[in-house]
């Protein structure tokens, strides 16, 4: 496993898989024992061996992912072994350690000392967390028992990540009660028509619950005006929940904190440690300012499982959870929380320097500001028309991805399709993404001549 890790720039990212491995992962299921020493070697042979240094590679700058470090792998491999439930804080040392890295993660990124918190799967779970926790409190009755009885609304940019919508469809709010309010041109919430929007709604029956800020968007990696939305939801007596997921570790960085200004003042805020914290998946996080709200929204009785103090089953979906706050507490206290600001800032201006790259280019075009650690453009050639250019820049894409040395994705600014590049890895250098605009020119080049 270190070898691996060792060796993750000289790896491909994506192996081809050859046809005899698709057959053999249809094999039916083992009935028998094949021990523990050939299924080792099975995995040697069938698996790892084609299984590429994929998102940890220092040229996966797709969609935001997550790079990991060996220590980091230790801890996820002492979870397993110990794999205990951090449930019941006076019993069990887990459940305590879970407790102190929340409390590491509210002094460092500001949020009140007295809330409550939990760890879960990532940033989808921790907005479904979050955003359940605030229906429950806005609804004005015990939506625990009686269900969805209004038309409930939730509003956001049109920036928001898609995991907002799947936690509305599951709450039973629905899609269609999640208003996506217009961005202005740096991709931020635009506040007044928020407003408009919200004083529209209630005069047509629905009742707003909740506000959604970003906190480093997906797409452009922007921030809404979060002091400007909490007012607001102060105002209005609506929930205030910040999806941080990665940009809420820009409070890291002395000379990018003050993009999170105002995200100490969110109802509730999820975040990831699995995308700017350097982690293995599986593990983000959910911050509730009124504890009590947050507790009576998961806390539940079962003869089996009786307890009258408060377990940290008590704030979220798991019952059965991993000991994850293990791999957190080990990688924090290895690096300490200031290398993490300095890799973070890193990542910011390396990003810097790739917009630099694609403004010295005749053949690139931006597309969007790049307020973080994300940028957007696009290849460009004269004669081409808004579909052709999609199509030429999705071909770039697809054809980096299957060449191997780079992993990027697409996305859409308005119409246009770009090039969207993410940095959210330790290992990546400026060479890296200088190799990535020659590879981009040369693709390009070749894929648009006649
Ligand atoms: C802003 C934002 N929120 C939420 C998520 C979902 O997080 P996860 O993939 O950890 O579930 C992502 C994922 O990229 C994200 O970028």
Redesign the pocket.
């Known amino acids: 496993m270190l070898t691996f890790q060792k060796n993750l720039r000289s790896e491909p990212i994506f192996k081809p898989i050859p046809p005899e491995i698709f057959d053999y992962l249809k094999q039916s299921a083992p009935r028998e024992p094949l021990g523990a020493e050939k299924t080792y070697q099975e995995f040697l042979d069938k698996i790892l061996k084609h299984h590429g240094s994929y998102l940890q590679s220092p040229k996966t700058l797709a969609?935001?992912l997550a790079s990991s470090t060996p220590f980091a792998a230790l801890s996820d491999m002492w979870m397993a072994g110990l794999n205990g439930i951090p449930g019941n804080p006076k019993m069990g040392i887990s459940a305590n350690l879970e407790l102190q890295v929340i409390s590491w993660f509210k002094e460092v990124l500001g949020y009140p000392k007295d809330s409550s918190g939990i760890l879960g799967?990532?940033?989808?779970?921790?907005?479904l967390i979050g955003l359940t926790v605030g229906r429950n409190v806005k609804a004005g009755y015990n939506v625990k028992e009686e269900g969805i009885k209004e038309k409930f609304t939730f509003y956001g940019s049109t920036e928001m990540?898609s995991?907002i919508q799947r936690a509305l469809e599951q709450m039973g709010i629905g899609s269609k009660y999640l208003v996506r309010i217009p961005v202005d041109d740096e991709y931020r919430i635009n506040v007044s028509q928020l407003k408009s929007k919200v004083a529209e709604d209630v005069s047509k029956g629905y009742k707003p619950l909740c506000v959604v800020g970003?906190a480093?968007?997906?797409n452009t990696g922007s921030f809404d005006d979060l002091n400007a939305l909490a007012d607001y939801c102060d105002e209005e007596g609506l929930w205030f929940h910040v999806?941080?997921?990665?940009?809420a570790w820009a409070a890291l960085s002395l000379k990018y904190k003050h993009l999170t200004d105002g995200m100490e003042r969110a109802d509730s805020l999820?975040f990831?440690l699995?995308?700017w914290m350097f982690l293995p998946f599986g593990i983000?996080c959910t911050l509730v300012r009124d504890g009590d709200a947050h507790y009576f929204t998961y806390s539940t009785h079962a003869d089996y499982i009786a307890h009258e103090d408060r377990w940290l089953v008590d704030y979220g979906v798991e019952l059965s959870r991993p000991f994850r706050a293990l791999k957190a507490w080990m990688s924090i206290k290895e690096n300490g929380f200031n290398k993490y600001g300095r890799i973070i800032e890193q990542n910011i201006e390396q990003t810097q320097y790739l917009a630099k790259l694609v403004k010295a280019s005749s053949s690139l075009e931006l597309l969007a500001p790049f307020p973080l650690n994300v940028v957007n453009f696009r290849y460009v050639k004269d004669g081409l028309d808004v579909k052709q250019l999609n199509d030429l820049n999705q071909r770039i894409v697809d054809t980096i991805r299957l060449g191997g040395d780079y992993f990027i994705y697409s996305s859409k600014i308005g119409e246009k399709v770009s090039l969207r590049v993410c940095v959210t890895n330790h290992r990546t250098t400026r060479r890296d993404l200088e190799g990535l605009v020659d590879e981009i020119h040369k693709v390009g080049k070749a894929l648009a001549s006649p």
Do not use: P, R, Y
């Not at 799967?121 to 907005?127: L, Q, R, T, V």
């Open positions: 969609m935001v799967s990532g940033g989808s779970m921790a907005n990540h995991s970003n480093g968007s997906t999806d941080g997921a990665f940009g999820a990831d699995h995308k983000g």
